[in-house]
């Protein structure tokens, strides 16, 4: 019951930046947790950034300092600010969110958006 949308995805220059973002709709009364997750060439998908409804943030090693995520809950959406990008970056970005209720929780996951850094 709730769709994540996620867009600002594309191709960028080594050292460039990009903002990504992701809105969720449907159902969202009880959404809480929200991040971004990516899966490069051949890899597995990896956590990237969530953050909590209280504005909680955790961040891969990988991208601390560079990256930032934050949120607009009027908005219903999810932002990941990218800066200082390399090829190492490189992959499908998937928009995440959690539905929690007592007991139980609910994941679901966006269609995923391109990131390409070139040299």
């Known amino acids: 019951q709730v769709q994540l949308v996620e867009s600002g995805g594309g191709l960028v220059q080594a050292g460039g930046s990009l903002r990504l973002s992701c809105a969720a709709s449907g159902n969202i009364f009880r959404l809480n947790t929200m991040g971004w997750y990516r899966q490069a060439p051949g890899k597995q998908r990896e956590l990237v950034a969530t953050i909590t409804s209280g504005n909680s943030t955790n961040y891969a090693d990988s991208v601390k300092g560079r990256f930032t995520i934050s949120r607009d809950n009027a908005k219903n959406t999810v932002y990941l600010q990218m800066n200082s990008l390399k090829p190492e970056d490189i992959g499908v970005y998937y928009c995440?969110?959690?539905?929690?209720?007592?007991?139980?929780?609910?994941?679901?996951w966006g269609q995923g958006t391109q990131v390409t850094v070139s040299s």
């Open positions: 995440n969110a959690v539905l929690s209720f007592p007991g139980r929780k609910y994941v679901y």
